[in-house]
């Protein structure tokens, strides 16, 4: 439920930026110098872009269009 009516209903946010943060970004990724950072901005894009598609449990829209929907509050 977006807005003031739904602040409390938070954990599947919470849960899948957990989720995201445990499966591309640990291990820590480890870099020679600043300019090994493009790399990984190339694959956090392309993570990005992977989870955009995904599906969570039974939803028939995916993790992108929910976003989409929701970006507009």
């Given at each position: 439920?977006p807005?003031k009516e739904?602040a409390?209903?938070?954990?599947?946010?919470?849960g899948?930026?957990?989720?995201f943060r445990?499966?591309?970004?640990?291990p820590?990724?480890?870099i020679?110098?600043?300019?090994?950072l493009?790399g990984?901005?190339?694959r956090?894009a392309?993570?990005?872009?992977a989870?955009?598609?995904?599906?969570?449990?039974?939803?028939a829209s995916?993790?992108?269009?929910?976003f989409?929907l929701?970006?507009?509050?």
């Amino acid at each position: 439920m977006p807005g003031k009516e739904g602040a409390r209903e938070k954990g599947g946010v919470e849960g899948e930026g957990g989720r995201f943060r445990r499966r591309w970004f640990v291990p820590v990724r480890k870099i020679a110098d600043i300019s090994g950072l493009a790399g990984i901005n190339d694959r956090l894009a392309a993570a990005d872009r992977a989870e955009d598609v995904r599906h969570i449990d039974q939803r028939a829209s995916t993790i992108g269009q929910d976003f989409a929907l929701e970006a507009r509050f």
